[in-house]
T-cell receptor, first 115, second 114 residues
Framework: AQSVTQLDSQVPVFEEAPVELRCNYSSSVSVYLFWYVQYPNQGLQLLLKYLSGSTLVKGINGFEAEFNKSQTSFHLRKPSVHISDTAEYFCAVSDQSGGSYIPTFGRGTSLIVHP | DTGVSQNPRHKITKRGQNVTFRCDPISEHNRLYWYRQTLGQGPEFLTYFQNEAQLEKSRLLSDRFSAERPKGSFSTLEIQRTEQGDSAMYLC????????????FGSGTRLTVV
């Protein structure tokens, strides 16, 4: 079974500053990794995913994440945030085996961008 | 294609009543998933379908919960004899079968049991 730890429940940052949202996972097998964003009263939208290949993954809205297998991490970064990036961000992991690909989600990190 | 559609968006019900939610997935997606999300938590897996077959159920899905996907199109999630602990956002997602993961989520149904 896999698990996900999002190390920060809340990250406040000023507009145009860089941000990093941290995610660590635990799994006994190879994994796929995801970041989702959720705006208030909305469903989740996929930001980016790591399936294989390059460990640096670029997503939508200027976000990117780096897969670090030795540290079992998949941190999300953005070099310059906007007010509109204020939202809840979820890291998720799913096993590569089995075929069901059902992800396990972390508890979320609330990104709060101040003007 | 308008994405994954969930109805109703909000539902308030009295404890002990039955409720039913509907999910219409993206038309070419043959996998459909139900998740529950409580305040301050990430989504928790409930069950999923490949076409009309229910392939996996979480232990979170008590016997008061039942999900169906007749004809492999839309799906319904019913909760019988609702309890206050059932208050949550119920999310539906779909994905292409055979393909690699990465769901498309609906906007969810927020259930409040009073």
């Amino acid at each position: 079974a896999q698990s996900v730890t999002q190390l920060d429940s809340q990250v406040p940052v000023f507009e145009e500053a860089p941000v990093e949202l941290r995610c660590n996972y635990s799994s006994s097998v190879s994994v796929y990794l995801f970041w989702y964003v959720q705006y208030p009263n909305q469903g989740l939208q996929l930001l980016l995913k790591y399936l294989s290949g390059s460990t640096l993954v670029k997503g939508i809205n200027g976000f990117e994440a780096e897969f670090n297998k030795s540290q079992t991490s998949f941190h999300l970064r953005k070099p310059s945030v906007h007010i509109s990036d204020t939202a809840e961000y979820f890291c998720a992991v799913s096993d590569q085996s089995g075929g069901s690909y059902i992800p396990t989600f972390g508890r979320g990190t609330s990104l709060i961008v101040h003007p | 294609d308008t994405g994954v559609s969930q109805n109703p968006r909000h539902k308030i019900t009295k404890r002990g009543q039955n409720v039913t939610f509907r999910c219409d997935p993206i038309s070419e997606h043959n996998r459909l998933y139900w998740y529950r999300q409580t305040l301050g938590q990430g989504p928790e897996f409930l069950t999923y379908f490949q076409n009309e077959a229910q392939l996996e159920k979480s232990r979170l899905l008590s016997d008061r919960f039942s999900a169906e996907r007749p004809k492999g199109s839309f799906s319904t999630l019913e909760i019988q004899r609702t309890e206050q602990g059932d208050s949550a956002m119920y999310l539906c997602a779909s994905s292409p079968g055979q393909g690699l993961p990465g769901y498309t989520f609906g906007s969810g149904t927020r259930l409040t049991v009073v």
